[in-house]
C-alpha cells in the first residue's frame, strides 16, 4: 500500500501499479492483472469494479461529511467497504487513516493526491499515520539505506508542508518501529507462499526479504488498530495497492478469535443458502401462529417449490437437502460464534457474555436474542480482553492516476512528464507550458469543435491540484474547454502560473517544516547496513 507511481524506462513503476497489464486467458478473454510492482496506468477503471470487487465512490459520496475535492471530481473513484469510515466520521467517532511512502525517489504531485488524502481524514477527525516503507525499499527495489535516508526526510517535509499535524498524528519508519514487526511476524503464520505466488507472483527466486517487506505492509494497514483498539481504518491508495488492501483484510480475519453469522438452524449454510432459507422462514412464519414454529421439513418443502434466480440455483438444491435432513428441527433465526482460534479462556468467556437465549456447542455458541452487528461488536470485545487484537477489516479509497505531462505515463526517467515537489518554480512553469493538451490542431478548430478536456494533462491540473477547494474554477475551464471559448495556450499559460506559485509556497513551507521535522521522534539517518538488494 505504498505510493510511488513514478515510472522506469522498462514500464515498471516504483511501486505503481499494473494498468492496461491485460492478460489474455485461453478462451481468449480479456482479464485485468494488478500488479503493486508493476506499470501504475489503469486502461479501464471499470474493470476493477467488474473483476476486482472495488465499488464506486459516487454511490457513497453523499454520506461523507464535508467531502475532500478530490472525491467531489471523482478523483477518488472506487472504494471497499468505506461506509464505516464515513459513518464514524459523520458521528465523530473513533476512525484512522493510513498510507505509506517508498522513498525511491522525490515526492511529486502524484503523491501530493496522497497526502492530501491523509491529512483531509486527520481534518475531520481521524487519527492520521504516515510511514515510510524504508523496508520495502530496500528488499523490493534495492535502495541502499543512505539512498532511503535522504529520501526519507524530503518525503516527510512535504507532508509536514502540505499540512499534516505531527503533534495529533503518527509518523514512522517501517525499519524503526518494533511493534510494527511484532504484529508482522504474527500476520506471517497465517500467510501462505502459495497465495504469494498467486497474489504477486512470487515464485523461487524472489527474495525473503521481498516476501518479509509484504508481510509488513500487511501490519502497516492494521497497526492503527494496534495501538488504540479497532475501529474503521481507511488506506488511501492508487489501484495498483489493490492486491495489498486485499490481503490485508484478509489476514485481518484470519487473526480473530471468533466468526460471527447468521444462521437458522444447527446446520451450516453457506450465504446464498442462508438467503434463500431466511425467505422460507420468512413466508412459513407469516402462515402460523405465534406459538408454533416453523420446522426445517416445511421450509424444505416450501423451497422446493420456490422459483429461485438463476445464479441460486444450485444453493436452492443444497438448501433444500440440509432442510430435508434436519426434519422436524424448529427453523428459528439466530447468530452463531465459532471459535476459531484462540485460548479456551476465550471461549468460556464468550459464553459468560453472551445473555438471554443461547445455546452452546462444541466450538460454537449460538444466541437467540442478538442481532449481528452487536454479536459482531461483543465477540470483538472479549476477543480483546482475551489478549487478541479484534481486528476491523481495512477499507480502502483508491484515486486515478495522473497523466504525464507529454502524453501517456508519468516517468521519473522522463522529466518533462511530471512535476517534482522540489523542482525549481520556474521549471515547473516551463514543463506546464511545455505540456500536450487535449486541444485541436488549430484555434479555428478548436473554437468549432472545442477541446478535449477528458483527456488533457493540462486540464487534470486543475482538477488534480491547482484549482484546489475551488470547484468553479475546475467547472470554468472544462466547460469553455469543451465550448471552445478557451484555448490551450491561455489555459497553459494559467495553468503554469499556478503551478509556479504552488511549487514557491510548497518550498517554503518545506523550509519551515524543518524545524519540526526535527523534534519529531523519527531517526533520518540510519545506522542499518547492507547493500541495496533485488527482489
Not at 522498462?10 to 485461453?26: C, F, K, M, R
Not at 478548436?446 to 494533462?457: I, S, T, V, W, Y
Request: charge should be negative; glycine fraction near 8%.
Amino acid at each position: 500500500m505504498t505510493d510511488d507511481t513514478s515510472h522506469d524506462d522498462d514500464g515498471t513503476s516504483e511501486a505503481g501499479a499494473t494498468d492496461d497489464a491485460v492478460a489474455t486467458t485461453d478462451g481468449g478473454v480479456d482479464e485485468t492483472t494488478i500488479d503493486p510492482w508493476g506499470s501504475s496506468t489503469i486502461a479501464d477503471y471499470r474493470k476493477l469494479f467488474e473483476e476486482f470487487g472495488i465499488e464506486e465512490f459516487e454511490s457513497i459520496l453523499g454520506d461523507v461529511p464535508d467531502p475532500h475535492y478530490l472525491m467531489r471530481r471523482g478523483v477518488i473513484f472506487g472504494h471497499r467497504d468505506y461506509e464505516p469510515v464515513a459513518d464514524a466520521l459523520a458521528n465523530d467517532e473513533p476512525a484512522a487513516a493510513l498510507s505509506g511512502f517508498m522513498p525511491t525517489g522525490d515526492p511529486h504531485i502524484g503523491h501530493k493526491l496522497v497526502f492530501d488524502e491523509i491529512i483531509w481524514h486527520q481534518q475531520q477527525g481521524a487519527d492520521a499515520y504516515a510511514l515510510i516503507a524504508d523496508l520495502e525499499a530496500h528488499s523490493a527495489r534495492g535502495m541502499t539505506w543512505d539512498e532511503i535516508d535522504d529520501h526519507t526526510e524530503s518525503y516527510l517535509l512535504s507532508l509536514l508542508a502540505l499540512g499534516f499535524d505531527a503533534e495529533e498524528g503518527t509518523l514512522y519508519r517501517q525499519s524503526q518501529n518494533r511493534e510494527l514487526q511484532d504484529l508482522a511476524f504474527e500476520l506471517g503464520s497465517n500467510a501462505r507462499f502459495a497465495e504469494f505466488g498467486s497474489i504477486y507472483g512470487f515464485d523461487g527466486e524472489t527474495s525473503v526479504s521481498h516476501m518479509q517487506s509484504v508481510v509488513t505492509q500487511m501490519a502497516d494497514m492494521l497497526y492503527p488498530q494496534l495501538v488504540d483498539g479497532p475501529k474503521p481504518t481507511v488506506i488511501p491508495v492508487g489501484p495498483d495497492q489493490d492486491p495489498h488492501v486485499r490481503l490485508a483484510r484478509d489476514l485481518a480475519v484470519r487473526m480473530r478469535y471468533f466468526k460471527v453469522t447468521e444462521a437458522y438452524a444447527s446446520f451450516e449454510a453457506d450465504a446464498a443458502q442462508r438467503k434463500l432459507i431466511a425467505r422460507a422462514y420468512d413466508a412459513l412464519s407469516e402462515e402460523i401462529d405465534s406459538d408454533e414454529m416453523v420446522r426445517c421439513a416445511a421450509a424444505a418443502d416450501w423451497l422446493a417449490d420456490y422459483d429461485a434466480a438463476t445464479e441460486f440455483a444450485d444453493a436452492k438444491d443444497a438448501a433444500v437437502d440440509k432442510l430435508s435432513e434436519a426434519g422436524k428441527e424448529p427453523l428459528r433465526p439466530r447468530v452463531r460464534f465459532f471459535h476459531r482460534h484462540g485460548p479456551e479462556d476465550a471461549f468460556e468467556a464468550m459464553i459468560d457474555a453472551i445473555e438471554g437465549e443461547k445455546r452452546v456447542y462444541e466450538g460454537h455458541i449460538d444466541s437467540f436474542e442478538l442481532d449481528i452487528d452487536d454479536a459482531e461488536a461483543l465477540a470483538r470485545e472479549v476477543e480483546v480482553d482475551n489478549g487478541g487484537y479484534g481486528f476491523i477489516q481495512p477499507s480502502s479509497i483508491y484515486h486515478r492516476f495522473m497523466t504525464g505531462l507529454t502524453g501517456g505515463k508519468m516517468s521519473s526517467s522522463i522529466p518533462a512528464s511530471h512535476i517534482s515537489l522540489l523542482d525549481d518554480p520556474e521549471d515547473g512553469y516551463d514543463k506546464v507550458k511545455s505540456a500536450t493538451t487535449g486541444g485541436r490542431e488549430t484555434a479555428e478548430k478548436q473554437r468549432e469543435l472545442g477541446g478535449e478536456a477528458d483527456d488533457c494533462p493540462v486540464y487534470e491540473l486543475y482538477a488534480y491540484l491547482l484549482a484546489n477547494d475551488d470547484d468553479g474554477l475546475v467547472e470554468e475551464v472544462y466547460e469553455e474547454c469543451v465550448g471552445g471559448e478557451r484555448l490551450c495556450g491561455d489555459c497553459k499559460e494559467q495553468a503554469a502560473t499556478l503551478m509556479k506559485e504552488f511549487l514557491k509556497n510548497h518550498q517554503e513551507k518545506r523550509e519551515e517544516a524543518r524545524e519540526l521535522l526535527d523534534d519529531l521522534d523519527i531517526v533520518l539517518d540510519s545506522d542499518r547496513k547492507g547493500p541495496g538488494s533485488s527482489h
